[in-house]
């Protein structure tokens, strides 16, 4: 682990916002698949405001934590 931190440590800072910003968007395409297989009768809109809404409580929730 301690050379991956490394790793990290040297790269540019565009480079780090691009990982994060495909991390999300991966954290997002599994969340979305989550609720398509728990709710395989919903629209795309209706899919779109419940990945947000749990997001939206996640983000919440790790508040509280704190």
Do not use: Y
Not at 22 to 41: A, H, L, S, W, Y
Request: proline content about 3%; charged content about 40%; aromatic content about 4%.
């Amino acid at each position: 682990m301690d050379k991956n931190w490394k790793r990290l440590g040297k790269l540019k800072p565009e480079e780090k916002v691009q990982i994060c910003i495909d991390m999300t968007d991966g954290c997002v395409q599994i969340c979305t698949e989550g609720v398509r297989k728990n709710f395989p009768d919903l629209s795309e809109e209706d899919i779109t405001e419940k990945v947000r809404e749990r997001l939206e409580w996640s983000k919440n929730n790790h508040r509280n934590e704190k």
